[in-house]
């Protein structure tokens, strides 16, 4: 394999894993697998889009000027923080009028996976509706790849790598060290014990919608800055996210994040061996590979 | 007169198209709660499966092989029976998500072969000239409307009597134990795995059947007829008229295609000729919602569930 290939992979997989961890931490704790994750990812991205967008008008061309060598001025940072938190919002309100009163009425995991398909499409097809199918970008500046020991990668891709990496490690020792995170692991052990045992499950449930969606909006950002910004880009990044969050193992933050690095590799390897036009079929073959072998995945434990 | 009950006839017969989809996604969801997110995918393979077998020899692609539309519509049935079989075999002992999904997978990998597998599918531009059953009474429109209809119709009646029969047999009401008490069912000695993965390759086929009877329907096929968007027409379509219950997943294919049909014409209205897209897109919007809002407001339906336990017993009452 090229380095040139792990290279793509390893940057196409910061963003898979991002996305992944979000999947995972839902799972865990929530018990179901959240359809609706692709499109906090895309809608994150346009988020950004939108507030960055008026930043730039508001301060004139003082934020929209590039930083360095990067291809997007002071107005995608600031603009990706906001929308952060505005992904999270979205994240919580789907949370408070669709899969929280399901809850309540103890519905199966099936209807609350069910419900997250319904609330998908209603939200990509929403930015549909308001921003339609023509694709963004979040800036028109041509960047030039570095080269670095026969691998070339432009300053945004090694950023959004970095990036990546700073916000895992994060949340793994938010999830390991600190006192929410003791007890969103003991929410996802057991619910009920949690509960008795003092811990609000409620302020957990809502933490765990939050930090998903962040890291999604981060993800999205990412994946629009690096590729482009479209409705079906939640779509077409669901596969890899389950395909990952199931390969590392279901509540498995480091799990998530690796595996995401490898379905990203496994793409780029596809597309520069076989083809373009294959590389959604990827994560599908891992997805099956690893059903087959190893159901509960490389970091999690076997518990049917 | 003529152009209405063209128009009529129509819009049943696209409706009946989607009611045995119904049906098949009953015998998985509605017995035995499995819940299938790539029901497009298996009817995808189903159509494409009976187009291949009945259009004539075709040069730069494999097939067709001109056989009788009963032949295709056999092998489309056996074709996505056997894809259920085989995706339900990898995934029924798991979680009950995992099925989805691998199933939502499926989905997306039909979706890639049928764009990038030219030989057999004709690539993005799908296959045509699909025979049209009754094709030698098409210089009568009302006549050759007609006959589709009335073949449409005794499918699913066929269906529908084939299926109340299995509901009502001790098959059937082991599928319900499985769904209702896992655990117990399996005390009794019932192989779970194996109940749900027969009823999983039923309601595959009856899709393909499905996919086979729309595509011959309509004389065309093409990939982006397989969208998500399929299937989440066909969830909305059982849901609203009542999981479990096939007469239900009949009314809500006939009621939610109705809404569907007539909002069209209803919201492009709204807008003017350039934002038409976007019209679309606040269409699925608002099926999106109605699902939603019918899980949280009337789950069971229009048409709840009914409780049958044999059919030697007398009429049960409805569930409380």
């Known amino acids: 394999m090229s380095p040139q290939i792990l290279v793509d992979g390893l940057i196409a997989g910061s963003m898979i894993g991002l996305g992944a961890i979000g999947v995972t931490l839902t799972y865990s704790i929530l018990r179901f697998a959240n359809f609706a994750h692709g499109d906090y990812l895309a809608w994150g991205a346009y988020f950004a889009l939108a507030l960055s967008g008026a930043l730039g008008s508001l301060a004139g061309g003082a934020l929209a000027a590039p930083i360095g060598p990067f291809s997007f001025g002071w107005s995608l940072p600031l603009a990706a923080l906001a929308a952060t938190a505005l992904t999270a919002g979205l994240a919580l309100l789907v949370d408070a009028l669709l899969f929280g009163p399901l809850r309540r009425r103890g519905s199966s995991v099936i209807i609350l996976v069910m419900a997250s398909f319904g609330a998908a499409l209603t939200l990509r097809s929403l930015l549909e509706f308001t921003f339609t199918s023509k694709p963004f970008y979040y800036t028109g500046e041509l960047q030039i790849a570095v080269r670095f020991a026969g691998m070339r990668a432009t300053p945004d891709q090694l950023l959004s790598l970095a990036v990546a990496l700073v916000l895992v490690i994060l949340v793994h020792l938010l999830l390991t060290r600190t006192a929410i995170g003791r007890e969103m692991r003991a929410v996802a052990e057991n619910p009920g014990l949690a509960g008795v045992a003092g811990v609000d499950v409620r302020r957990v449930v809502r933490t765990v919608w939050a930090l998903g969606a962040v890291l999604a909006c981060m993800a999205g950002v990412m994946a629009g800055l690096l590729i482009q910004i479209r409705p079906q880009m939640g779509l077409d990044l669901l596969l890899p996210l389950f395909a990952a969050a199931i390969l590392g193992g279901i509540g498995s933050v480091p799990g998530a994040m690796l595996a995401g690095l490898i379905v990203g590799v496994g793409e780029a390897a596809t597309v520069a061996v076989v083809g373009a036009q294959w590389r959604a079929a990827v994560a599908f073959v891992i997805l099956v590979a690893i059903l087959l072998l190893r159901p509960q995945g490389l970091f999690g434990r076997s518990d049917g | 007169m003529i152009d209405l009950f063209g128009y ?283 699902l939603c809002a019918i899980l949280l407001i009337r789950p069971r339906g229009l048409l709840g569930e009914t409780r049958t336990v044999s059919r030697h017993l007398p009429k049960a009452k409805p569930k409380p």
Not at chain 2, 40 to 53: E, M
Request: proline residues 5%.
């Open chain 2, 8 to 290: 009529g006839a129509f819009f049943l017969s696209m409706a009946l198209t989607y009611a045995i989809i119904c049906l098949g996604l009953n015998v998985q969801w509605g017995q035995t709660g499995l819940f299938n997110v790539g029901v497009a995918g298996f009817v995808a393979i189903g159509a494409y499966a009976s187009a291949l077998l009945t259009t004539p020899d075709t040069p730069d692609r494999l097939g067709g092989f001109g056989l009788p539309i009963v032949a295709g519509w056999i092998g489309a049935a056996l074709a996505a029976g056997i894809a259920s079989f085989l995706v339900g075999a990898l995934t029924v002992r798991l979680r009950a998500d995992y099925l989805a999904i691998a199933t939502f997978g499926v989905a997306v990998m039909v979706q890639l072969c049928l764009l990038n597998l030219q030989g057999l599918t004709g690539g993005p531009f799908g296959i045509g000239f699909i025979p049209r059953p009754f094709a030698a009474t098409a210089t009568n429109p009302a006549l050759f409307a007609a006959l589709n209809l009335a073949l449409l119709l005794a499918v699913v009646a066929a269906l529908y009597l084939g299926l109340e029969r299995l509901l009502r047999s001790p098959w059937g009401r082991v599928l319900r134990a499985i769904r209702e008490d896992e655990t117990a069912a399996r005390a009794l000695g019932k192989n779970a795995d194996r109940f749900r993965l027969q009823a999983f390759a039923i309601g595959g086929a009856i899709m393909g059947l499905a996919g086979a009877a729309q595509g011959h329907f309509i004389g065309f096929i093409a990939p982006e007829n397989y969208q998500p968007m399929l299937t989440f027409q066909v969830w909305a379509m059982l849901i609203a008229g009542g999981s479990g219950n096939n007469r239900g997943a009949i009314l809500g294919a006939i009621v939610v295609w109705g809404l569907w049909a007539f909002s069209a014409p209803a919201i492009a209205a709204l807008f003017p000729p350039d934002q038409q897209a976007r019209a679309a897109a606040l269409r699925i919007v608002l099926i999106g919602v109605g």
